[in-house]
């Protein structure tokens, strides 16, 4: 297949580096540059000579989404600084495509070294699929969250009482495609979960994606304020603007990404693979910073401190109401539907038995094999090697060792086993092209 071009990636964002905000290492509300800890900030542990990070510097990006409070809590917390990375940046990007080119040019020229990610991207990135034929490798460190997604409807579609079923939809789009509407249903970025979510929805209702529905590309806080604007028909994002959208009247909640795949894995902690190979330790300390920082955001004591945290103007923008509810595990749909204590609230260290940090390969080798259904990879593409160039599970193990997490805690084997879907249909990481043969609506590519 031909590349595919950043430009048809990105619809409504701006600049990428230019519209990216900085947050320098350990601040404490402000943007102002500061090298102190922040009042909270965990005492810095004694690195031994031997374990010190090669660099205490790295910029990563972040994007207004609750599945970036790990980077955000780290960085607020001190949990960077603890483990020797005392000069972390968190850089604010505008889209997914900001976040894609930041870490094309990386922090050398002026970009990031890594970042909260969509967890296809780093494939879409590796074999230059969403780099103008650029390959450039990355390494995916830890899954960031379980969960914590939705796909969100116009109020015009309120009366067909849609669910976790997108049937009723397909008469409806029909109808109206009929009378010279387009519809359109926006993601955030092509390939990536969000698009994933929402065209394997969309097909299991007999809707096929850009003959039924036109997909669009918005950047995640835009959202609402499209809808609000007419703009597309449904959407599919992470929190906390499903919740913003419901409470601001103007749609509601089909389904959530925990009814569609119950402890699906959604967003990653990735860094450039240079940047690893050349700082090993820096990048097993920013891990550990980050593992802290999930197990952190899992403690219901905590939801309240991280909701106001990540509201702040410098990371969120949104009114921590918007945030709490759902990470709290309080959903109300907007449709009358509310569900109190959901098990589908977003994870970020375990999942009942299951880790929700670990990057378990066989999720990534769904990833990438639905990419391959739609044709953002080849078909003929070698999807199990190109997991394991990408994920490095490795490092998340001997980070684990050395934050001493519970031997019960380190999954025994990098697949989870076989999957099941809101629809029945499984996935058996053990014979991918299976199941890619089973689904009928697909556009693979050679």
């Not at 690195?47 to 989404?65: K, N, Q, R």
């Not at 103008?132 to 830890?142: N, Q, S, T």
């Not at 918005?218 to 703009?231: A, C, T, Y």
């Not at 920082?293 to 969120?316: G, H, L, T, V």
Request: hydrophobic share 40%.
């Amino acid at each position: 297949m031909s590349n595919l071009s950043r430009r048809k990636f990105l619809i409504t964002a701006g600049a990428t580096a230019a519209g990216s905000m900085i947050i320098h290492g350990c601040s404490s509300g402000s943007n102002n540059a500061s090298t102190n800890s922040s009042p909270s900030a965990a005492p810095a542990v004694n690195v031994s000579a031997a374990d010190a990070p090669e660099v205490t510097a790295a910029t990563l990006g972040f994007i207004a989404l609750t599945d970036s409070a790990p980077l955000i809590i780290a960085l607020e917390k001190g949990m960077f600084a603890k483990y020797g990375m005392k000069d972390v940046k968190l850089v604010k990007q505008t889209s997914w495509a900001a976040t894609r080119d930041n870490l094309v040019t990386g922090s050398q020229g002026g970009g990031i070294d890594g970042a909260h990610i969509l967890s296809p991207m780093p494939y879409l990135m590796t074999t230059g699929k969403i780099t103008d034929g650029k390959e450039v490798p990355m390494y995916i460190l830890a899954r960031l969250n379980l969960d914590g997604q939705a796909i969100s409807l116009s109020n015009t579609y309120k009366d067909l009482k849609v669910g976790v079923e997108s049937d009723a939809l397909k008469d409806a789009f029909t109808k109206a495609k009929s009378g010279g509407k387009e519809i359109k249903c926006a993601v955030t970025f092509p390939g990536g979960t969000h698009d994933l979510w929402m065209r394997y929805w969309l097909s299991a209702g007999g809707i096929t994606p850009g003959e039924d529905a036109s997909l669009i590309v918005i950047p995640p806080p835009q959202m609402v304020s499209n809808m609000k604007e007419g703009q597309m028909e449904a959407f599919c994002v992470g929190e906390p603007w499903n919740a913003q959208l419901v409470n601001q009247g103007i749609g509601y909640t089909a389904i959530t990404t925990g009814e569609f795949w119950n402890g699906h894995p959604e967003k990653a902690f990735t860094l450039r693979a240079d940047w690893v190979d050349k700082n090993p330790k820096a990048a097993k300390a920013l891990l550990m910073g980050v593992m802290e920082a999930q197990q952190w955001c899992d403690k219901m004591e905590n939801k309240e401190e991280m909701a106001e945290i990540c509201s702040k103007r410098e990371y969120f923008k949104a009114p921590a109401k918007d945030i709490i509810d759902r990470a709290k595990g309080k959903f109300d749909y907007g449709n009358g539907k509310v569900v109190e204590n959901s098990p589908h609230l977003m994870k970020f260290w375990k999942d009942g038995e299951n880790s929700a940090s670990y990057p378990y390969q066989s999720h990534d080798l769904w990833f990438v094999t639905e990419d391959k259904r739609w044709g953002y990879l080849p078909g003929d593409l070698d999807a199990k090697e190109l997991v394991k160039k990408v994920n490095r599970e490795d490092i998340w193990r001997e980070a684990a060792k050395s934050l001493s997490v519970a031997a019960a805690d380190i999954p025994k084997t990098p697949s989870r086993g076989i999957e099941t879907f809101f629809d029945g249909v499984k996935f058996d990481p053990e014979d991918p092209e299976a199941y890619l043969k089973s689904l009928k609506i697909k556009t693979l590519k050679a």
